[in-house]
Structures are given as C-alpha cells and as structure tokens.
C-alpha cells in the first residue's frame, strides 16, 4: 500500500476543507477523492463535490450506496421526515442522523481505495461543534480504522484533521491550506436551498463558524455577486 490518499467528498464544507489539507499534506498528485449517492434528498451535493474535485485538479469517483433511502428515518433521506432537533427514533440525536452512514462510507472508501493501493483514508468527521451523531466520534473512527485493517489484510490509516476542531478553526484551516476560495462551491443547508436558507441548523453552525473567524463565507459572497 502506497502513500496516496483517498479524501470521502461529500461537496460540504468539512469534506472540501479536508481536500485542501490532505493535497497540502501529500501533494495533489497523491490524492483522489470518492463521493457517494447514497439516496440523499439534496442531488446538489454531487454536483458541488464533482465541481470542487474538478477545480482542485484531483481525481472524483462516484460510488453508488441506495440502502439508505431504503432504510428511511433520516430527515437527509426521506421525504417524510422533517428537520427536528431531536428524532423520533433517539431524543438525544437530531432527525438527520443517518445511522451507519460514515461506517458504510469509511468501509466502502476503504474497499475502493484497497484496489487502487492506497492506504490512507481522510473524512471530515469530527466530535467538536458537531450535532450528537455517534459515528463523528474519535473513538468510533479509531475502532473502524482496526476493524477495516484486520477485515482487509492491509494497514489502512484514517486521518480526521477536524476531529477537535470547533467550526471557528475549520475555517481558519481552510484558509491556511488554500481552500478558502472553494467554500463558494461546497453545499452545507439541510433544505437543500441554493443561496442557503441561512436557518436550519447547518447553515446556522457553518455562519457561526465564519463569524467567529471573522471572515466572510465565500459562499455567500458568491451569492451577492
């Protein structure tokens, strides 16, 4: 296994963010990044993920995972159910939650990235400033990364460059690593709304995290122009 690396995109501004730190930390030749349609309602993340991997000069596999949208449950894969702090199912996570989908994500990543070689894995998950889903968790991350290595028969290493970060440093990170100007492509609102609908809890955290930084979201920006 081989010291590329493989970037799971999902066309937000976490995932963009680790983009740009793994191509700083590796180079861009060494890094690929993988997207998946996994039934989610917004099809405006796959286009952002395939535009910012474009952008970034880096290669973009879509990976096509349509368990989810048959699970249901999940206010980011049915219809049905809408944006609530809390789910029905669990009071103590909110109704997007997607159970098991950085696990399948991460597993999935890791089959692809086997066949090409690569040992190293990059996701934006992290357990600061985050909404409560268990699988964001270090510990969870640390546990998968033996259990796809044992799995697997190869040494597979994870990296979550936001893991401790709040949404203030992420922003920071993105602009010390040259992805700053790529935030105006990523996707972030729960409603799917392009402008943002500036009032669901994403939108909410990724504006906090930008006025604290004391930086304007390009994003917005981009919708001003």
């Not at 973009?60 to 789910?87: H, K, M, Q, Y």
């Not at 070689?117 to 998968?144: F, M, N, W």
Request: charged residues 25%.
């Amino acid at each position: 296994m081989g010291n590329s690396v493989l970037v799971v995109l999902s066309g937000g501004q976490d995932s963009t963010t680790c983009l740009y730190w793994a191509i700083d930390k590796f180079g861009s030749d060494a890094v690929e990044t993988v997207t998946f349609d996994y039934g989610q309602r917004h099809r405006i993340e796959l286009e952002c993920a395939e535009k910012i991997a474009s952008k970034a000069g880096v290669r973009n596999a879509l990976l096509p995972i349509d368990t989810f949208g048959a699970l249901g449950g999940s206010a980011l894969t049915d219809e049905r159910v809408t944006i609530v702090v809390e789910s029905e199912v669990n009071r103590d996570l909110p109704s997007t939650f997607v159970p098991g989908r950085n696990l399948i994500f991460l597993t999935f990543a890791a089959a692809f990235a086997y066949q090409r070689g690569i040992k190293h894995l990059v996701t934006g998950v992290a357990q600061t400033d985050y909404s409560g889903y268990p699988d964001c968790r270090e510990e969870t991350i640390k546990a998968l990364q033996e259990a796809i290595s044992l799995g697997m028969g190869a040494e597979f290493e994870i990296h979550t460059p936001l893991m401790h970060l709040s949404k203030k440093k992420t922003v920071l990170l993105a602009k010390k690593v040259g992805g700053l100007a790529a935030m105006a492509d990523t996707h972030t609102c729960y409603e799917g709304s392009r402008p943002p609908c500036g009032t669901c809890p994403a939108c909410e955290l990724r504006a906090k995290g930008f006025d604290e930084a004391g930086i304007a979201d390009p994003l917005l920006s981009a919708r001003d122009d």
